[in-house]
């Protein structure tokens, strides 16, 4: 039975979020009316609308829909970690004594029970759960999936699972309960301890959130505790680099995989013949399903050809044919704002959007870019996201980042916190060591773009609203190249 049967309505406070609007999709899908607030319209809000969920943009209790306002018992409210303890509508819900959940709380009930795949990690748990939902429904193995980034295959942040129904119309043997469905299980505020996964990946353990953990033992400790609810029978795909304490956490009988791109790291499950050839990444996939060579990646970058080796594994273990395993490999073309071509002129100049907001993913990002174009002027704009992360991590920020030839600072993007004294962009600025460095505003990285031509690669990187800059930034490069508009 759906366990969210109960609530006919369902109303999101920050339903603009990536994961918080794969819910909204599931649940308007599955029959429920649907509302939700977000601070900002974006074309995320504007899709949903589109879609017929209605959303408002004023933190006002009397906006809410008069459906919410008037059935309480038969509502449920999905709350996302974003909004601020000050929220008054969330204060009103409160004390109106509203059914309020996380959106964590919210994925453990619609997961529970059912065969689940859960990608967690300090980065690259987006696009590796991606990966597994792509991998799945290429090659057409009933799935669902709740995903943290829009997949360009998929063209959504969501895969909806199939009903009894078109299971039994699609000739499949297997129930719903049976049907694999792929979640991105976050580690912030100890969200992904509402799933007990069939199979986990964990990508890393490197220090992240220390506002809320402190220090990394209890982030890790954290890790631990997620995988010791992987089911009986059950499988741990490990990264080589994670903390290795997090294997011994599981359960008896839980199988436990390590992977990476070498088998001197340790891996059971790695790669071979990896060579880089144009955007693509070339390789030999080695694993406890066997061996498969012939590969082809399309998404460049040796941290993704390691998520494709965890994705891969996973799928294979719900379901997927080795025999579909390269065409599927193949096919796959990422997720927005992951490693994204945004525009290219032949081999020599690409421009190049990342959401890398950890010094590790930044690091993996502009390794790779070197590897496709060595020799090549690397342009760098990056934007911190979070006060508190820029202050633990301003050594990792600039030595990451002057691995480019030039690297030009946003402001910190704040998202829910309020400012820190004495933390701010200029931190990085003073540790850089790239040879030309400033600290830009939006509109100077436009100008910069276009009166320049120091650099043969841009690169924008961060997970704030750094992508703003995307489309226009994309008319002058094509103008600059091709000189002509997009």
């Not at 609810?229 to 009988?253: C, E, F, K, M, Y």
């Amino acid at each position: 039975m759906n366990p969210v049967a109960q609530f006919p309505y369902v109303y999101f406070l920050g339903i603009g979020g990536i994961g918080m609007s794969a819910l909204a999709r599931w649940f308007r899908a599955n029959g429920h009316q649907v509302w939700g607030y977000d601070k900002t319209r974006t074309p995320l809000t504007e899709k949903l609308e589109a879609e017929g969920i209605r959303v408002h943009y004023d933190d006002a209790p009397e906006q809410i829909a008069a459906e919410v306002r008037a059935n309480k018992g038969q509502t449920l409210v999905v709350l996302t970690p974003a909004i601020p303890k000050d929220h008054k509508e969330w204060a009103w819900l409160k004390e109106q004594g509203y059914d309020i959940r996380k959106r964590s709380q919210v994925l453990g009930l619609l997961t529970a029970g059912r065969r689940t795949v859960a990608v967690a990690g300090t980065h690259g748990k987006t696009t590796t759960s991606s990966m597994v939902a792509h991998l799945l429904h290429h090659a057409g193995v009933p799935a669902g999936a709740f995903l943290g980034g829009i997949s360009v295959n998929l063209c959504s942040n969501m895969l909806l699972p199939p009903t009894q129904e078109e299971l039994a119309t699609g000739n499949s043997h297997l129930t719903t309960d049976q049907v694999p469905i792929v979640v991105e299980a976050d580690e912030y505020d100890r969200s992904f301890l509402t799933l007990h996964p069939d199979v986990a990946i964990v990508t890393s353990t490197d220090a992240d959130h220390l506002d809320i953990y402190g220090e990394q033992s209890a982030l890790v400790e954290s890790f631990r505790q997620f995988v010791s609810q992987i089911r009986p029978g059950g499988t741990l795909l490990l990264n080589h680099t994670a903390d290795p304490s997090v294997a011994d956490a599981v359960q008896p009988g839980v199988r436990v995989i390590h992977y990476g791109l070498t088998p001197e790291q340790g891996a059971e499950l790695h790669a071979s013949a990896l060579k880089p050839a144009g955007h693509q990444f070339h390789f030999t996939l080695h694993g406890p399903q066997g061996t498969v060579p012939g590969l082809q990646l399309a998404v460049p970058g040796f941290h993704n050809v390691e998520n494709m080796l965890a994705a891969a594994c996973a799928a294979q273990l719900v379901g997927l044919p080795t025999n579909k395993l390269a065409e599927a490999v193949a096919a796959y073309r990422g997720v927005k704002r992951r490693f994204e071509f945004v525009e290219t002129k032949g081999h020599d100049h690409a421009y190049l959007d990342d959401y890398a907001h950890h010094p590790r993913e930044i690091e993996a990002f502009l390794r790779s870019v070197r590897a496709l174009y060595p020799g090549k002027r690397l342009r760098v704009v990056f934007q911190p996201h979070l006060y508190t992360r820029t202050r633990d991590f301003v050594a990792g920020f600039a030595q990451s980042l002057s691995l480019a030839d030039e690297v030009f600072l946003l402001d910190i993007y704040p998202a829910r916190e309020l400012p820190i004294d004495g933390v701010s962009s200029e931190l990085i600025l003073h540790q850089l060591t790239a040879p030309r460095t400033a600290l830009l505003s939006k509109t100077e990285v436009l100008e910069a773009a276009a009166a320049d031509d120091n650099f043969d690669v841009l690169a924008t990187v961060g997970a704030g609203d750094i992508d703003q800059l995307v489309p226009e930034l994309k008319k002058i490069l094509h103008r600059k190249w091709y000189g002509a508009e997009a």
